[in-house]
């Protein structure tokens, strides 16, 4: 399956997404909320394929 995995520099990991709106959600939340003012932090957005037990082997969210 195709994915997007979208990383802002400076956290771990990216975050994966199956569907490219959500992946644009989280670009759009990592923008606003991610970044301050005078930052010059790259986001870096890939395509990638991987398999379902691949994808399902992922890390889940656990918080912050």
Partial sequence: MRVVKVKLEGLNGPTVFRDVDAAVDELRTQ??????????????????????????????????
């Fill in 31 to 64: 923008i606003e909320f991610g970044l301050a003012e005078g930052d010059d932090t790259p986001i870096a957005v890939t395509f990638d394929d991987l398999s379902e037990e691949e994808y399902h082997a992922l890390p889940e969210f656990m918080g912050y």
